[in-house]
């Protein structure tokens, strides 16, 4: 598996628009992109520093994963994604060397990404994700 970037470090917001305002104003990044995940029941805002993007995630459906991650865990960074060259191979590798998959297969994710998440429970607590353009 070879690792190419940290493509993406995503962060539980409660509010989306609250959240914008601090990157751009107390920060100064500016918002590229705002978009709806329907099956992941989330709405991101995508911000770019040098080469790593931040993800602000909001719970669309308090039922959802960010939603019940807010709910138990409060605000805060969510996941840790990196891209891959190859996401089935990279996901194929990883379970090999007994890594429990929360996605046995690539989805879909925001930006047109195929995504899939490795559980924090193999990973030191860490949600991480692997991506690929």
């Known amino acids: 598996m070879e690792l190419t970037h940290i493509e993406h470090i995503g962060i539980a917001v409660s509010n989306l628009e609250a959240s914008i305002k601090f990157y751009e104003e107390a920060l100064g990044l500016k918002c590229y992109a705002i978009e709806e995940v329907k099956d992941q029941k989330v709405r991101t805002a995508f911000f770019k520093v040098g080469q790593t ?57 925001a930006e047109g990404l195929n995504i899939a998440f490795l559980h924090p429970k193999s990973t030191n607590g860490v949600l991480t994700e692997l991506c690929e353009e």
Not at 70 to 95: M, Q, R, T
């Open 53 to 109: 993007k931040i993800e602000l995630l909001e719970s669309t459906d308090p039922e959802g994963p960010v939603g019940k991650f807010i709910e138990k865990k409060g605000e805060g960074i969510h996941h840790l994604a990196f891209a891959v060259k190859n996401l089935p191979e990279a996901l194929k590798s990883v379970e090999g060397k007994g890594v429990r998959l929360i996605d046995q297969q690539p989805r879909k994710g």
